[in-house]
């Protein structure tokens, strides 16, 4: 059971805008520590998506967007297109466990 | 070009043991944080075990005492020893770098251990 909770599906038609959750706690995300967001296609390895809460690594589109608040954290995803069709996880660490842990994550549909 | 992968997985009965292997090209292992992340079929990700650069390792509560991480320096391979296997171990296990700034910045493809009778 992982401390970072997500909703389990959201889902939009082409061209909206979703965001995801990332749910925590005080000895995690609001302790400070980093929150990073990683995006895996089907039968692929994850791919870093936000590091940092905020900022995106070469190539990643600006259609995506992190943010934090508190215990919180969030992605959203804007103009959404087909091939954004995966699943996503929220990652920080975690002082209470002495663990690195990830979200439950979080599968995005393009109706 | 950055490139890590892993080797070793199979079927394996409860109660055996396995050693992954992560071959890394384009940077060096031992400088930098490696660690393994595994994948249940169907399920999340949950990280499993780090090797630090200075050699601490930590692991995950559930393989504490089965599961010990090491690096090859002269090989710059990663691996991951798993002893008294139980069937839920059974995941796909991918060996990550840990960049300080990125997170989880380059993955392996990923290999499946399988822990049944």
């Known amino acids: 059971q992982s401390v970072l909770t997500q909703p389990p599906s959201v889902s939009g038609a082409p061209g909206q805008r979703v965001t995801i959750s990332c749910t925590g706690s005080?000895?995690?995300?609001?302790?400070?520590?980093?929150v990073h967001w990683y995006q895996q296609l089907p039968g692929t390895a994850p791919k870093v998506l936000i590091y940092?809460?905020?900022n995106r690594p070469s190539g990643v589109p600006d259609r995506f967007s992190g943010s934090k608040s508190g215990t919180s954290a969030s992605l959203a995803i804007t103009g959404l297109q087909a091939e954004d069709e995966a699943d996503y996880y929220c990652?920080?660490?975690?002082?209470?466990?002495?663990?690195?842990?990830f979200g439950t994550g979080t599968k995005v549909t393009v109706l | 070009e950055v490139q890590l992968v892993e080797s070793g997985g199979g079927l394996i009965q409860p109660g055996g043991s396995l050693r992954l292997s992560c071959a890394a090209s384009?940077?060096?292992?031992?400088?930098?944080?490696m660690t393994w992340v595994r994948q249940s079929p169907g399920k999340g990700l949950e990280w499993v075990a780090i090797?630090?650069?200075?050699?601490?390792?930590s692991y995950v509560d559930s393989v504490k005492g089965r599961f010990a991480i090491s690096r090859d320096t002269s090989k710059n391979t990663l691996y991951l020893q798993m002893n008294s296997l139980r069937a839920e171990d059974t995941a796909v296990y991918f060996c990550?770098?840990?960049?300080?700034?990125?997170?989880?910045?380059?993955w392996g493809q990923g290999t499946l251990v399988t822990v049944s009778s």
């Open positions: 990550a770098r840990l960049d300080t700034i990125m997170g989880f910045d380059y």
């Open positions: 384009g940077f060096t292992v031992s400088t930098n944080y």
């Open positions: 090797i630090y650069s200075g050699g601490t390792t």
């Open positions: 005080s000895s995690n995300i609001g302790a400070g520590y980093d």
């Open positions: 940092g809460k905020i």
């Open positions: 990652q920080s660490y975690d002082s209470s466990l002495s663990s690195y842990v």
